[in-house]
């Protein structure tokens, strides 16, 4: 009777490890089961955190970083036999810089802004990336620490990043770079902020400054304006690693250091409709074909060679 009720336990508790690890992918999904998995950890994430916030224990907040510092990798020596790595103040910003062992002395340059919601992540997050980058073009490579909400929302994280950018293009040559051919880019946060320099420097009146040459997005998080767009109500839960839930959560921890007025994003009632449609032209909410590898490419601006 006893072995009955154990393999009755043990089958529940299989059916429930199931559920909870399988998610459906569409069929086209790019290693499914690798996404599956990693989505597992992040909802195991999501579940603790929101029930240390529920018990009074730490906010969600202040969970989810705690989360990012332990499975963020660190380096004893930053350096390697491919890489000088260093990290000095760019503009008074802390940034890791990535200067490839070689004679070449005009090699292109590239800025990196990692992402994370604005509120997570570091340079040693996107450690291996930034490496990467520097050793397969032959890139000096700046990676930019900047400062994260909530304890410092906008305009501090964009305004290091600018500070950084405006210093590296300056001085570029210190650093064995080419300052005419400077690119910039970042993943999700990090693309809206790397999108955000260049528009603001593209704007600004400094003349001595030589211009970005290459602008390079990976999934960059873009607008605020509605969230009722395609993409957030075929994806409001899943299965992907960014719900509409924690899509907007970033932004407002980034916009205001809290997320109070949550509901009224949520529900996309924080603009007026008349406001909304003035700007509403500049959105586009159409899907690309499907199975069009051709459109699905233009949605990512890929860095070239300059």
């Not at 103040?89 to 070449?104: A, C, E, I």
């Not at 210190?174 to 300052?179: C, E, F, H, Q, R």
């Not at 406001?275 to 069009?292: A, G, K, M, Q, V």
């Amino acid at each position: 009777m006893n072995m009955k009720k154990y393999l009755i336990f043990y089958a529940v508790l299989l059916v429930g490890v199931a559920y909870y690890v399988y998610y459906p992918f569409p069929p086209d999904a790019d290693e499914p089961w690798k996404q599956m998995m990693s989505m597992v950890m992040i909802r195991m994430i999501n579940h603790v955190c929101i029930f240390e916030e529920n018990i009074g224990c730490s906010s969600e907040i202040q969970c989810r970083k705690r989360f990012s510092r332990f499975l963020t990798k660190s380096r004893e020596e930053l350096s390697d036999e491919n890489l000088e790595v260093t990290e000095p103040l760019f503009g008074g910003v802390k940034v890791r810089l990535y200067v490839p062992r070689d004679s070449n002395t005009e090699r292109r340059g590239f800025v990196y802004i990692h992402g994370g919601g604005w509120y997570l992540g570091s340079v040693s997050t996107v450690d291996e990336k930034t490496r990467e980058i520097a050793q397969t073009l032959k890139a000096v490579v700046v990676s930019i620490d900047y400062r994260l909400a909530p304890e410092h929302s906008y305009p501090i994280p964009l305004e290091d990043c600018i500070n950084a950018t405006t210093h590296f293009l300056r001085y570029a040559k210190d650093y064995g770079a080419d300052p005419t051919r400077i690119g910039i880019g970042g993943d999700s946060a990090g693309g809206n902020l790397a999108m955000a320099v260049a528009l603001k420097l593209a704007k600004s009146r400094e003349t001595t400054l030589p211009p970005l040459r290459t602008l390079s997005l990976v999934y960059p998080a873009l607008q605020m304006v509605d969230f009722n767009l395609s993409s957030y109500i075929t994806y409001t839960d899943g299965p992907f690693l960014i719900t509409k839930r924690l899509m907007i959560s970033a932004w407002l921890i980034y916009a205001f250091g809290h997320e109070d007025p949550f509901p009224e994003f949520f529900n996309n009632r924080h603009l007026s409709a008349k406001s909304r449609n003035n700007i509403r032209h500049y959105l586009n909410d159409t899907f690309p074909p499907e199975n069009d590898s051709e459109v699905q490419l233009k949605r990512v601006v890929i860095l070239t060679k300059v």
